[in-house]
């Protein structure tokens, strides 16, 4: 196994002074940015890594990671919310949105075998999932507005003609959905061709065999994939619910910020 | 046809109807015509639910909108709105939003019925001009058999000669027993249509009877407002 210890730890960090030269010679004013993104990326993995090493000690109940599993659904959804303020009551819809997700990808990871369920496995197959699906659950719950507050009057006309608000719908869900899910396709499509995923380089780098690391790394992106697909499809669907009436009519729907 | 009964729409700062009362009788074409904000597209929406009254009641043949299932009340009360509405696709494809069991040969003669030919059928929507969309949308909501069309200054957006093939496509259709309610602020138009006249200000019904009598028995808000609507029809003309 690799360990590159605290001396390796401190000479990577020179890298973060090379940013930091350029900002200051260019005068790009991102210095304390740059500095202090490094320092607060290194303080959260330390903690991080510290709570991990203690949970991973034996004998310590899995019930513990899934607690830290329903403390990262929380700031997520929490997360979303305030990136899209314009979606009404999208706290709850996140929330259930990756709370459902988790449910269907890690219970088809978990319950078929795949990776045995322990405190090694969940926190980090949780994050990856609800870290991946975070922009896409943003990007579709903004879309979502803006073509029902842009399309307005055809939705309108549609609903004029009869049409349940849920078909009337339809056309602008599938483009926001389309919109949400397509940049993840991109990335799974161009997968090691022009950047090799974080997952394998850790493992490739930790001194797995880079074949297992491949078969990791996959399962990891079709993680990733279906719980984009199913987060994004749950707060489409929310968000298309909660602009709708019951009695088949759009509610004024504002601008998405 | 529509009964109003103290109908209230709440809004931002005044609301867009103010205890608003009268009626849209079941015959003709009744012109709903008001100064800009007074509450004309919005009573018009009350009448198929796109939207509902904070207070009060819009009644049609008889029954609160408010108790009927809405989905058969719009197929029933047809809209076609101010600026044209042409979806994705095709006039086809359009039509077929509309009636998913249309053939072509119904297509063709729903075209047919809006002074529109068969080629186009398969034109893009979004690539017809205005006047045509507009009738694109008005064949789209006939497909429905509505017993009502509203339409809310369908020509606002569309050059004088397809307004006037709007125009004769709203008298052609009050002619076949389809009721038009026809929202305008164009005097000229007003005088040309309606058989029937019901005047918006600020809020509230301010006058509502047969268009023979109307410069006759209007109130004096009512005699402002169609004498500011002269002088702008004075100052359009070229």
Redesign the interface.
Known sequence: MTDIGWVGLGISASLVAVAVALSLWRQLGLERSIAWSAVRALAQLLVIGLVLDALLQPGVSSAWAWLWVALMLLIAAWTVARRAPAVPGLFQLALTAFATSAILTLGVLFGFGVFTVNVRTIVPLAGLMIGNSMAATVLVARRLVEELHDKR??I?????????AEEAAR?YVRNALRTALSPQIETTKVVGLIALPGSMTGLILAGVDPLNAVRVQAAVMYLILGSVAATTTVVGLGVRRRLFTR????VPVAEAG | MFRFEHVTVAGDRRPRLDDATGTVPPDGITVLAGPSGSGKSTLLRCC?????PTAGRVVYRGQDVAEQD???L??RV??V?Q?P?P??GTVRANLL??EPTLDDGDAVHALEAVGLDASFLGRTAADLSGGEAQRV?LA??LV?RPAVVLMDEVTSSVDPAARLGLENLARGLAETAVNVVWVTHDLDQLRRLADHVLILIRGRVAHAGPAATLEADSPPDVRRFLAALAVDDEVDEP
Do not use: K, S
């Open positions: 009057d055809e309108e006309a549609r609903l004029a003609l009869g049409q349940p056309p009695d088949h009519r759009l | 198929n639910r796109l939207e509902l809405p989905l058969r719009r197929r047809g809209m709105f600026r509405t979806f994705p939003v509309a949308c789209r909501t429905t």
